[in-house]
């Protein structure tokens, strides 16, 4: 079956230009994670929805990144006034989910992106 | 808080030896704990977990880690490492208090050479 998909698969943006990725999860996946993977570095969690519950965003390294569920399917993460330092690999992964459930995440592709 | 440690930048091994890397971990609860493997520009594949049970788990590709929670430790194991098997290793943990949020190690590559 399908699995996570995510696009654009590459982007390339001025610094101080907003950019939105896109994440579409496995079918019935009640979970959704963002992470960030930066060159040479492990992955940074971000932020991540579990059915309608309020979500953690925890992970958000500033309130330039913002991201949004809808419909309890597709996830859209928003970069604002993008800094060079937020290039990098943003990753997506879905889990079937519920509370407390420590589940397998199943990850996208990625979206590689740099801010020159 | 939860954290992982690979402690190793790099493994190398010849073609058919055995092959180990190592992770350990902290969390203030019952740990959960996951194995990924990433090809070159390729997302996360899943390779196997630990939630309870038998502390020896065997995953895909012939890969096995070993649970030992004295030690902290759940390193991931071959017995026959093969060229294909290349690749950036990265172990995660979670406990059941937040079990939305991974933490991941900072990855381990493996080269396996003929």
């Known amino acids: 079956g399908a699995g996570v998909s995510q696009s654009p698969s590459n982007k390339v943006t001025e610094k101080g230009k907003d950019v939105e990725l896109r994440c579409d999860p496995i079918?019935?996946?009640?979970?959704l994670y963002w992470y960030r993977q930066s060159l040479g570095q492990g992955l940074e969690f971000l932020i991540y929805?579990?059915?309608?519950?309020?979500?953690?965003k925890s992970g958000l390294p500033s309130d330039r990144f913002s991201a949004e569920r809808t419909g309890g399917s597709v996830s859209t993460l928003t970069i604002q006034r993008t800094q060079q330092e937020d290039s990098a690999v943003y990753l997506c992964?879905?889990?079937?989910?519920?509370?407390?459930?420590?589940?397998?995440?199943?990850f996208g592709p990625g979206t590689r992106l740099t801010v020159l | 808080a939860q954290s992982v440690a690979q402690p190793e930048d790099q493994v190398n091994v010849a073609e058919g030896n055995p092959l180990t890397v190592k992770c350990t971990y902290s969390?203030?609860?019952?740990?959960?704990l996951f194995w990924y493997v990433q090809y070159p520009n390729r997302g996360l594949q899943f390779l196997l977990k630990?939630?309870?049970?038998?502390?020896l788990v065997k995953g895909s590709y012939g890969f096995e880690a070993e649970f030992n929670k004295s030690q902290t430790s759940f390193h991931l194991k071959k017995p026959s490492a093969l060229v294909s098997d290349s690749a950036l290793y990265f172990c995660?943990?979670?406990?059941?208090?937040?079990?939305?949020?991974?933490?991941f190690g900072d990855g381990t590559t493996l080269t396996v050479k003929p």
């Open positions: 992964a879905s889990s079937l989910g519920g509370q407390g459930v420590p589940d397998t995440q199943y």
């Open positions: 929805f579990q059915g309608n519950s309020a979500p953690d």
């Open positions: 995660a943990v979670r406990d059941y208090t937040n079990a939305g949020k991974s933490t």
């Open positions: 079918s019935g996946h009640t979970a």
């Open positions: 630990y939630i309870t049970g038998d502390n």
């Open positions: 969390v203030s609860g019952n740990p959960y």
